[in-house]
């Protein structure tokens, strides 16, 4: 891979307090994963890494000093963005042709590759909900859709999924009782097929592509029946809490609830023409989410589609405890020092990096030690097989590398990513929710040499369009991981959102904890979780005849014990399905056991299955 880094001078910045901590305890014992709110760091309350109250504010609305430095790359990045719009029209108009799961369904197990009509493999679905309940409207030229989400859980336990459309804004659901909607377009919002959330304590925080939409703030406390400005009236309507006006329509906005700061990212001018911060990054203070404060322009070197951005943790000393954000512009990944920013200045960028074969570097997520970040390319599939994940190695905030890339088997569009513990969650259009196991994603290449098994290896998926795995902007938008219950939000953006839930992942666990800490030190990753559900490629080998004779997936050739070859693998699609026991299915042929098929769906299967009435059981016909 051919890289180029960019490394930029800067003053060295203070290293802030670090907290002590315990040695690592032992790995536990493999058990169900049951941690899934996300990093732990022993942090404070929202907002308790605020910047001082003297830090300078402004309205935000002077014009931009200077052009972007991806200027030319902007405008052919919009002109693709135009094209997706395009294509999510016609993607529209298809489903609507053909519409799928419109009624309420779940909850149904994963059986069989089999969860109330959708595809999955360790993963059941709780509920779906279909579009026509989620307030979508039709719109003169996209049709209805859904787009982004989130999750806020309540006070009480009670965990809410919050679902964007195109017209009305967040749709709070509560794993399948629709509970009210919340209103974010005012009469001159309008509608977009971009509209994104993000959760800043209990308050959801939300922009649109809509020029004059403005950023929105609705206090999710309010779904409850008994707050004073609960949906008295019944309509299951809300106006937003707060519009911040100094920013018009925006792509996505960021939230860093340590430091009470949203950024809006992709963001349009007040007046709903020409971009504002030169379409980077404007930041808005949140320590009165009612009440959002300006801290004007932070980032305006490049169009900012999307971004995270933390208080640093990783291993690089030099910037530990300072606000940074990895920025994803479309033409590379830009690693920027945020901590004293506000509008004038104070932004450090301290490296980008782009990659061969970069056509749309759209979004990305750090691991918990803050060493990786997995990054989606949208438009990189077109001409090549294989959804590529791209993984960088941030040890070095001054000097990212690219460690490698990860191809899967099917080759539809990946859009949004999400790291939890040992597991990267992956909403990929056409292929719905990949749950993929990061766990040896260090290691890189070397990874099967050393462990036996891929770097990345997918290890559960629930597809929203099982018949469909092609390169199209049919499917999923966004999942979010982040519920204490496991639970993951995952939408089809053309037909409704499903609340699912992985099963069958397995970790080993370790944790450390606070020894000594002041007020203001900012601690590391505490805690860490490995996958310990895949076994070594090579588990036969070794074991002598008479074991493995009887072990099912081994076989003795040679005066070797070795792994079963797949029967099916490789056999063209005419001759897998004259082949018993296979099945051709995402553009492969793989084998496939009927004996696991209830009566019903063994019949289902003629092609492949064959229900024996005398014994009773399904069998390869």
Avoid at 223 to 228: I, K, M, Q, R, W
Avoid at 438 to 453: F, N, P, Q, Y
Wanted: charged share 25%; aromatic share 8%; proline share 4%.
């Amino acid at each position: 891979m051919l890289l180029h880094t960019l490394m930029l001078a800067a003053t060295a910045a203070p290293v802030l307090a670090v907290c002590e901590v315990s040695a690592w305890s032992d790995w536990s014992i493999c058990e169900p994963k049951s941690v899934f709110t996300g990093c732990d760091y022993a942090a404070g309350p929202p907002g308790w890494r605020a910047p001082p109250e003297s830090a300078k504010k402004t309205s935000g609305t002077a014009a931009p000093a200077s052009a972007p430095d991806n200027a030319a790359y902007v405008a052919e990045m919009m002109e693709a963005m135009k094209r997706q719009g395009e294509a999510a029209a016609r993607a529209s108009d298809e489903q609507a042709a053909a519409p799928a799961n419109a009624e309420r369904l779940g909850p149904a197990a994963c059986e069989a590759g089999d969860a109330g009509g959708f595809g999955c493999s360790n993963v059941d679905l709780e509920s779906w909900t279909p579009i026509a309940e989620l307030g979508a409207l039709e719109a003169s030229y996209y049709g209805k859709n859904t787009n982004d989400n989130w999750g806020w859980t309540a006070k009480d336990g009670r965990e809410w999924a919050l679902q964007c459309t195109n017209l009305c804004g967040n749709q709070p659901l509560v794993w399948g009782a629709v509970e009210g909607f919340v209103m974010t377009g005012g009469t001159d919002s309008g509608g977009s097929i971009w509209r994104d959330v993000k959760v800043y304590d209990h308050y959801a925080i939300i922009v649109s592509e809509t020029r004059k939409h403005g950023l929105q703030v609705f206090d999710l406390e309010r779904l409850d029946p008994s707050h004073a400005r609960h949906d008295k009236d019944g309509d299951g309507f809300y106006e937003p809490d707060a519009l911040f006006a100094d920013v018009g329509g925006a792509h996505n906005v960021v939230v860093n609830e340590e430091t009470a700061r949203a950024y809006v990212v992709g963001v349009y001018s007040p007046q709903g023409y020409g971009y504002l911060c030169n379409g980077g990054m404007f930041g808005v203070d949140l320590r009165d989410p009612a009440h959002p404060t300006s801290l004007g322009c932070i980032f305006r070197n490049a169009y900012v589609h999307d971004a995270q951005c933390v208080v640093y943790r990783g291993p690089d000393a030099e910037h530990f405890g300072r606000e940074i954000c990895f920025l994803f512009t479309g033409n590379d990944v830009r690693v920027v020092d945020v901590t004293d920013a506000s509008d004038g200045g104070g932004d450090v960028t301290l490296s980008k990096l782009g990659y061969e074969g970069v056509r749309y570097a759209h979004q990305g997520w750090l691991t918990c030690d803050h060493t990786s970040v997995f990054v989606d390319d949208e438009l990189d599939e077109g001409g090549a097989r294989g959804t590529k994940t791209y993984v960088l190695d941030v040890s070095d905030l001054d000097a990212p590398l690219l460690r490698f890339v990860h191809a899967a088997d099917i080759g539809v569009i990946d859009h949004n990513q999400y790291v939890n513990g040992a597991f990267l969650y992956q909403a990929n259009y056409a292929g719905g929710l990949r749950v993929l196991d990061i766990s040896d994603a260090e290691l890189g290449g070397d990874a099967a040499k050393a462990t036996g098994r891929p770097a990345l290896a997918e290890v559960a998926y629930f597809d929203v369009l099982p018949d469909r795995d092609t390169a199209s902007f049919l499917g999923s938008w966004n999942v979010h991981p982040f519920f204490a219950s496991g639970r993951v939000v995952v939408n089809d953006v053309q037909a409704g959102t499903a609340i699912v839930k992985p099963t069958g992942l397995t970790v080993e666990t370790r944790a450390r904890s606070v020894t000594a800490r002041d007020a203001g030190d900012v601690c590391p990753n505490l805690f860490q979780e490995r996958s310990c559900a895949a076994p070594p490629a090579d588990a036969c080998a070794g074991l002598e005849k008479g074991k493995c004779t009887k072990a099912a997936t081994c076989e003795y050739k040679k005066r070797t014990c070795r792994a079963k070859a797949d029967a099916c693998a490789g056999l063209s699609r005419k001759r897998c399905k004259k082949t018993s026991g296979c099945r051709y299915k995402r553009k492969r042929c793989r084998t496939f056991d009927c004996a696991a098929l209830e009566k019903k769906k063994c019949k289902k299967d003629e092609s492949t299955c064959k229900w024996r009435r005398k014994k009773k059981k399904c069998a390869a016909k």
